[in-house]
């Protein structure tokens, strides 16, 4: 079965603090996913990754990076995080090739004090 | 103008009514997906089409490539059916909706 997992469904951090959320999938799928999901926003691309150790900027890539070491993990970092970065989390994967299909972790809800 | 439109942003209903949540997109795209977002935020698909029909029990999606516009049905609804409804769009990436919010009262 496939499975996304992040590492934390609920997170508190205070303004200023460095932020690390992790996705680790377990279908050795090449692309991976980064997005925020906001009230009336929907779902916006933070940062993408083709393959490991490449990472592509998305739609709102301001305020964070990305680190993609292992094929089966993709971390979002917020160097300083904002009170404007509370916001849920979703990380997801697919296969580089064939089905377009993406799968979703759970989410992190991140609030920023 | 968001490249993918979605209505109505929020929908309440009976248990056993029939429901449609309606999907536009402005752009072309490959193949539409239709993503259920339940309370707590996990996110599992339920369709992904590129022309015709999907039906899936209860859930039946189509889609009309020349009017760029798709719609996912529910028959005979039910509580557990309560959860946001999102409508995304697949160019070079995925484009999302900004979802619909369902609640079906029993």
């Known amino acids: 079965d496939v499975k996304v997992t992040q590492s934390s469904r609920y997170l508190v951090k205070r303004t200023g603090e460095k932020v690390f959320l992790e996705c680790v999938q377990d279908m050795d799928h090449e692309n991976m996913f980064w997005y925020r999901q906001d009230p009336g926003l929907g779902l916006r691309l933070i940062y993408f990754?083709?393959?490991?150790?490449?990472?592509e900027k998305g739609d709102i890539p301001e305020g964070y990076s990305v680190s993609r070491e292992k094929k089966e993990r993709f971390s979002l970092i917020l160097e300083s995080a904002s009170t404007n970065q509370t916001s849920m989390y979703l990380c997801?994967?697919?296969?580089?090739?064939?089905?377009?299909?993406?799968?979703f972790g759970p989410g992190t809800r991140l609030t920023v004090l | 103008k968001n490249e993918v439109e979605q209505s109505p942003q929020n929908l309440t209903a009976q248990e056993g009514e029939f429901i449609t949540i309606n999907c536009s997109y402005s752009?072309?795209?490959?193949?539409l997906h239709w993503p259920q977002q339940h309370p707590g935020g996990g996110i599992v698909s339920l369709f992904m089409l590129s022309s015709g029909k999907k039906k899936h029990g209860r859930l039946i999606a189509t889609i009309n490539i020349q009017e760029k516009h798709s719609s996912l049905h529910i028959t005979a609804s039910h509580p557990r059916d309560s959860a946001v409804y999102i409508c995304?769009?697949?160019?070079?990436?995925?484009?999302f909706g900004t979802g619909t919010r369902l609640q079906v009262f029993p």
């Open positions: 990754s083709y393959d490991v150790k490449m990472k």
């Open positions: 752009v072309g795209i490959s193949a």
């Open positions: 995304a769009g697949y160019t070079d990436k995925l484009i």
């Open positions: 997801a994967s697919r296969r580089r090739t064939g089905t377009n299909e993406q799968f």
